[in-house]
């Protein structure tokens, strides 16, 4: 991709009603723009990363044996109504009319249309087990949308839903949920923990949160340094105190599975794993018949990620003064090239020829030609956080040499043109 041919609004000031640091970055490197509260568009920048998210959940769900479909954002409100939803779910629901007064909502998750698909074409225990997702926009009302991507009111969620005969393959399919999950958070390089979790309006028998450790989590969790128990502190508080003597300590607090002490760090949400059981397919009448003929329920499990919080826990891990310091996984772009003098041919030839060098290769690479000082390409390519930049300059060209600076590290080497494309791909 040559910049000149792209769309880039980089930004220099933080947006005004960004209070936390993967919020400012993404505005200033122009990957979002907010259209009204909770509500973004994703710039093609800031799209490039959330595409990379969406093929990283994509593979490792099909590995797993999900099946991908596309439900409606917009569902009839009857199907709410016969889960019970319609009137627990609350003001998160954004319900509207259609032109015949016909009652509808903004789907904030989508157990109601895809048990209705489920109940309408299995009838025999020899079609389950099924694992079906989607990867598409959701509306949830938040009554305060902040933090950018992170809490928005419309976003992209991966929501998946297990379909089983009963519950030892209902625990089958949720271990697989569990593992596929792992994958996804290491492949995308974040760093996070495996929590217990609350069902909350969902509902369901038990569950899991994935958690990035970050300052900025709206979420407590708790990790027990005896035993390994880690859950959502909201969660740990509802269970009641372990038998095992406490141990008194400073602002820890005891661990609900042994009494040991815990720790509270702050943590993103961005992966749940739900065991629903019979909570929507007996409310909706989603039966099948066993081997014996007989009529049984349909043991259900949910599985959402937040593709857009995902790319935003990200920025708060992978950071520093300049800019962004994306894991090449979901980075824009992992390499760009930068001529530091675009009135020198020699300079742009040799910037041109490792671009070239570096398509051929198969690798992401983005050509900052724009004719503009080296300080601005420089500063934009730190903020936007490509993991990878080769500089060339006049100097370094008298000796046929380029540098490659790694943007995580800050480590910058001279190589020669061959090593220096070695060395990217
Ligand atoms: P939270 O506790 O942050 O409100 P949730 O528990 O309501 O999230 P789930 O219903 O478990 O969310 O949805 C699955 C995933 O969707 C979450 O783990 C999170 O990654 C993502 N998600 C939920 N709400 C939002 C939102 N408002 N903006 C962006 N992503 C979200
Ligand atoms: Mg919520
Ligand atoms: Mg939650
Ligand atoms: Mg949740």
Redesign the pocket.
Known sequence: MRLTQYFTSTLREAPADAEIISHILMVRAGMIKKLAA?IYSYLPMGLRTIKKIENIVRECMNDAGAVELLMPSVQPAEIWQESGRWQQYGKELLRIKDRHDRDFCYG??HEEVITDIVRSVVKSYKQLPVNMYQIQT?F?D?VR?RFG?????E?I?K?AYSFDADDEGANVSYEKMRAAYCRIFERCGLSYKMVEADS???GGSYSH??MVLAQTG??AVISCDRCDYAANLEKAVALKPAKAPCIPSGDSDTCPKCGGIYEIARGI????I?KLGTKYSEAMNARYLDKNGKQQTIVMGCY???????AAACVEQNFDESGICWPVPIAPFEVAVVPLNSNEPDVVEMAENIYSDLIKAGIDAVIDDRNDRAGSKLADADLIGYPIRINVGKNNIKNSLVELVIRSSGEAELYTREDAINRAV
């Not at 991507?149 to 009111?153: C, F, K, S």
């Not at 949400?269 to 749940?272: A, R, Y």
Request: hydrophobic share 30%.
């Open positions: 909770g904030p998750t959701k949830r938040e949308p991507l992170m809490r928005g009111r976003f969620m929501d909350g309006s969902i949160e994935f709206e979420d949400e961005v992966g749940h739900f959402g990620i937040g593709v857009g919080r995902i």
